[in-house]
Protein backbone atom coordinates (compact mmCIF):
# COMPACT_ATOMS: atom_id res chain seq x y z
CA UNK A 1 0.00 0.00 0.00
CA UNK A 2 2.49 2.28 1.17
CA UNK A 3 4.44 1.75 -2.39
CA UNK A 4 1.32 2.56 -4.40
CA UNK A 5 0.61 6.05 -2.40
CA UNK A 6 4.76 6.50 -3.32
CA UNK A 7 3.93 5.48 -6.59
CA UNK A 8 1.32 7.72 -6.74
CA UNK A 9 2.99 10.78 -5.42
CA UNK A 10 5.99 10.23 -7.65
CA UNK A 11 3.85 10.37 -11.21
CA UNK A 12 0.74 13.07 -10.35
CA UNK A 13 2.91 15.51 -11.21
CA UNK A 14 4.54 14.01 -14.20
CA UNK A 15 0.36 13.88 -15.14
CA UNK A 16 -0.10 17.49 -14.08
CA UNK A 17 3.43 17.98 -17.58
CA UNK A 18 1.29 16.14 -20.07
CA UNK A 19 -1.83 18.99 -19.72
CA UNK A 20 -1.68 21.10 -22.59
CA UNK A 21 -1.70 25.28 -22.11
CA UNK A 22 -2.26 27.72 -24.79
CA UNK A 23 -2.81 31.39 -25.02
CA UNK A 24 -3.42 33.97 -27.81
CA UNK A 25 -4.35 37.57 -28.85
CA UNK A 26 -8.06 37.91 -29.06
CA UNK A 27 -7.20 41.71 -29.68
CA UNK A 28 -4.94 41.11 -32.91
CA UNK A 29 -7.49 38.69 -34.05
CA UNK A 30 -10.57 40.47 -33.57
CA UNK A 31 -8.64 43.65 -35.08
CA UNK A 32 -8.09 41.44 -38.16
CA UNK A 33 -11.77 40.29 -38.95
CA UNK A 34 -13.74 41.92 -42.24
CA UNK A 35 -16.48 42.06 -39.75
CA UNK A 36 -14.40 43.92 -37.30
CA UNK A 37 -13.70 46.69 -39.44
CA UNK A 38 -17.13 46.55 -41.04
CA UNK A 39 -18.52 47.24 -37.87
CA UNK A 40 -16.44 49.97 -36.83
CA UNK A 41 -17.08 51.66 -40.11
CA UNK A 42 -20.45 51.76 -39.72
CA UNK A 43 -20.45 52.63 -35.96
CA UNK A 44 -18.29 55.74 -36.90
CA UNK A 45 -21.11 56.71 -39.97
CA UNK A 46 -24.01 56.49 -37.41
CA UNK A 47 -22.09 58.72 -34.83
CA UNK A 48 -21.64 61.15 -37.77
CA UNK A 49 -25.07 60.97 -38.91
CA UNK A 50 -25.45 61.92 -35.01
CA UNK A 51 -23.05 64.62 -34.55
CA UNK A 52 -24.50 66.50 -37.86
CA UNK A 53 -28.17 65.76 -36.59
CA UNK A 54 -26.88 67.59 -32.92
CA UNK A 55 -25.19 70.12 -35.12
CA UNK A 56 -28.32 70.99 -36.80
CA UNK A 57 -30.47 71.04 -33.87
CA UNK A 58 -28.07 73.27 -31.49
CA UNK A 59 -27.24 75.98 -34.89
CA UNK A 60 -31.02 76.43 -34.82
CA UNK A 61 -31.22 77.14 -30.97
CA UNK A 62 -28.29 79.55 -31.31
CA UNK A 63 -30.25 81.10 -34.21
CA UNK A 64 -33.05 81.59 -32.22
CA UNK A 65 -31.12 82.94 -29.34
CA UNK A 66 -29.75 85.38 -31.52
CA UNK A 67 -33.46 86.49 -32.61
CA UNK A 68 -34.75 86.56 -29.46
CA UNK A 69 -31.73 88.45 -28.29
CA UNK A 70 -32.19 91.66 -30.76
CA UNK A 71 -35.86 91.39 -29.93
CA UNK A 72 -35.88 91.29 -26.46
CA UNK A 73 -35.90 94.79 -25.22
CA UNK A 74 -38.76 95.49 -27.71
CA UNK A 75 -40.96 92.29 -26.80
CA UNK A 76 -44.41 92.43 -24.49
CA UNK A 77 -43.47 90.41 -21.31
CA UNK A 78 -45.94 87.33 -22.24
CA UNK A 79 -44.36 86.78 -25.51
CA UNK A 80 -40.31 87.03 -23.92
CA UNK A 81 -41.80 84.33 -21.32
CA UNK A 82 -42.76 82.31 -24.38
CA UNK A 83 -39.92 82.54 -26.37
CA UNK A 84 -37.80 81.96 -23.29
CA UNK A 85 -39.69 78.26 -22.53
CA UNK A 86 -39.61 77.59 -26.39
CA UNK A 87 -35.50 78.23 -26.03
CA UNK A 88 -35.38 76.32 -22.92
CA UNK A 89 -37.18 73.37 -24.23
CA UNK A 90 -35.04 73.25 -27.21
CA UNK A 91 -32.44 73.10 -24.96
CA UNK A 92 -33.77 69.91 -23.07
CA UNK A 93 -34.67 67.93 -26.39
CA UNK A 94 -30.85 68.50 -27.44
CA UNK A 95 -29.94 67.48 -24.48
CA UNK A 96 -32.61 64.56 -24.71
CA UNK A 97 -31.34 63.79 -28.00
CA UNK A 98 -27.47 63.57 -27.26
CA UNK A 99 -28.37 60.85 -24.24
CA UNK A 100 -30.83 59.19 -26.85
CA UNK A 101 -27.95 58.76 -29.63
CA UNK A 102 -25.18 57.59 -27.19
CA UNK A 103 -27.28 54.81 -25.73
CA UNK A 104 -28.17 54.45 -29.42
CA UNK A 105 -24.48 54.17 -30.67
CA UNK A 106 -23.48 52.12 -27.58
CA UNK A 107 -26.48 49.24 -28.13
CA UNK A 108 -25.88 49.08 -31.80
CA UNK A 109 -21.87 48.76 -30.74
CA UNK A 110 -22.60 46.30 -28.25
CA UNK A 111 -25.13 44.17 -30.52
CA UNK A 112 -21.99 44.36 -33.24
CA UNK A 113 -19.27 43.16 -31.20
CA UNK A 114 -21.19 40.39 -29.54
CA UNK A 115 -21.03 39.51 -33.23
CA UNK A 116 -17.85 38.92 -33.48
CA UNK A 117 -17.15 38.01 -29.85
CA UNK A 118 -19.00 34.97 -30.45
CA UNK A 119 -17.50 33.61 -33.59
CA UNK A 120 -14.02 34.23 -31.84
CA UNK A 121 -15.30 32.21 -29.07
CA UNK A 122 -16.72 29.56 -31.08
CA UNK A 123 -13.50 29.41 -33.22
CA UNK A 124 -11.42 29.47 -29.59
CA UNK A 125 -13.28 26.64 -28.71
CA UNK A 126 -12.61 24.82 -31.57
CA UNK A 127 -9.21 24.76 -31.64
CA UNK A 128 -9.00 24.04 -27.72
CA UNK A 129 -10.68 20.63 -28.60
CA UNK A 130 -9.39 20.07 -31.76
CA UNK A 131 -5.65 20.39 -29.76
CA UNK A 132 -6.38 18.61 -26.32
CA UNK A 133 -5.32 21.97 -24.78
CA UNK A 134 -6.86 21.90 -20.81
CA UNK A 135 -6.91 26.37 -21.03
CA UNK A 136 -6.10 28.83 -23.54
CA UNK A 137 -5.95 32.15 -21.91
CA UNK A 138 -6.01 36.06 -23.31
CA UNK A 139 -2.80 37.66 -23.11
CA UNK A 140 -4.69 40.57 -22.82
CA UNK A 141 -7.30 39.48 -20.31
CA UNK A 142 -4.76 40.91 -17.52
CA UNK A 143 -2.80 38.00 -16.99
CA UNK A 144 -0.27 39.11 -15.05
CA UNK A 145 2.55 36.42 -16.35
CA UNK A 146 1.83 33.54 -19.08
CA UNK A 147 4.92 31.32 -19.77
CA UNK A 148 5.77 31.16 -23.60
CA UNK A 149 7.74 27.87 -22.66
CA UNK A 150 4.89 25.68 -21.13
CA UNK A 151 1.94 27.48 -23.00
CA UNK A 152 1.45 27.50 -26.68
CA UNK A 153 0.60 30.48 -28.52
CA UNK A 154 -2.61 29.77 -30.50
CA UNK A 155 -3.25 33.06 -31.83
CA UNK A 156 -2.21 31.08 -35.54
CA UNK A 157 -4.22 28.75 -35.27
CA UNK A 158 -7.48 30.24 -34.07
CA UNK A 159 -7.15 32.71 -37.06
CA UNK A 160 -7.14 30.15 -39.55
CA UNK A 161 -10.47 28.62 -37.86
CA UNK A 162 -11.91 31.71 -38.76
CA UNK A 163 -10.16 32.01 -42.27
CA UNK A 164 -7.85 35.08 -41.59
CA UNK A 165 -4.76 35.43 -42.28
Known amino acids: ?3 LILML ?3 APLATFAQKFGHLNTQEIIQAM ?3 TKARTEI ?3 TKQYEADLKSMQDELQ ?3 QAYEKEQANLPENIKQRREQELQEMYQ ?3 QSYQDNRQALDKAQGEKLQAINVKVLDAIKAVGQA ?3 VYIMDVQGGVPYISTTLS ?3 TAQVKAKLGLK
Do not use: R
Open 34 to 36: PEF
Open 93 to 95: KIQ
Open 63 to 65: KKA
Open 9 to 11: LVF
Open 152 to 154: TDV
Open 131 to 133: GGY
Open 1 to 3: MKK
Open 44 to 46: EAL
